[in-house]
């Protein structure tokens, strides 16, 4: 699934500007733990999160834990004097994704950066945000519009094959693909393109062919890259 088809549009935003408190403020309202950082055009700048006031609380910092920001604004406590604005303490090196992009290289990036939220940016404007819940949404998929996906679209619709010709069998996202097609090309595809299906976790394929129409040279390689004298 593509990003644009699960982001939150006109997500909450502050600018560098913005007090500290009005942010903290906004961020408890709303139940979240992050905000991007626009300018008056509404490119993205910086991205402000819980562990971006931790960090500017004096004191030994603290784990994140629920309700960080509440605790830190309603107690008393101060963020150190030189910290007024949000752009004094925004996260400035964003970790970004496009609108086009798939699902699963959001779940690898916020994996690989460790990170709840990440900015949807195009042409260098904010065009909305994608949290771990809504990669969730996709995954929780229920099996049976998964396995009809892959029947009808892959199956028959890319492959232009009897959908009968293919056993699939799922659970818990977890693909089998079982039959036979007519060429290894066909099988091949069919394993690719069904790991890319919403709502898949795994795919275990077992489809035989009847015709092995691979060659190294029938293998994709990089525009502008020599193919091998094999």
């Known amino acids: ?17 913005t007090p500290l408190k009005a942010a903290a403020t906004t961020m408890v309202d709303a139940r979240i733990s992050g905000l ?4 008056e055009e509404g490119s993205l700048v910086g991205i402000i999160t819980e ?10 910092p603290r784990k994140p834990r629920a309700g960080l920001l509440r605790a830190i604004f309603s107690s008393g406590k101060e963020v150190a004097s030189n910290a007024t604005t949000v752009g004094d303490v925004m996260t400035r090196d ?8 798939d699902h ?18 195009e042409d260098g404007r904010l065009v909305g945000i994608v949290s771990r819940a809504d990669l969730l949404g996709v995954l929780t998929r229920p099996d049976e519009a998964v396995a009809a996906e892959i029947r009808e679209h892959v199956v028959h619709d890319l492959l232009m094959l009897d959908p009968d010709t293919v056993a699939i069998e799922i659970a818990d996202g977890v693909v089998r693909l079982g039959g036979k097609v007519p060429t290894r090309t066909d099988a091949r595809i069919l394993e ?6 919403d709502g898949v976790v795994s795919v275990e394929c077992s489809v035989q062919y ?7 040279d029938s293998e994709p390689r990089p525009t502008g890259v020599p193919r091998p004298n094999w």
Do not use: C, N, Q, W
């Open 210 to 216: 009847e015709v092995d129409d691979y060659t190294p």
């Open 51 to 60: 562990t971006d006031f931790l960090h500017h609380v004096p004191g030994k």
């Open 192 to 197: 690719a393109v069904t790991r890319h299906v």
């Open 1 to 17: 699934m593509k990003i644009h088809e699960i982001m939150t549009r006109s997500p909450l935003t502050a600018t560098a500007s």
């Open 104 to 121: 699963s290289i959001a779940a690898r990036l916020m994996e690989r950066h460790r990170v709840k939220r990440l900015p949807v940016v």
């Open 36 to 39: 991007p950082v626009t300018d």
């Open 94 to 101: 964003v970790v970004v994704i496009g609108p086009g992009d």
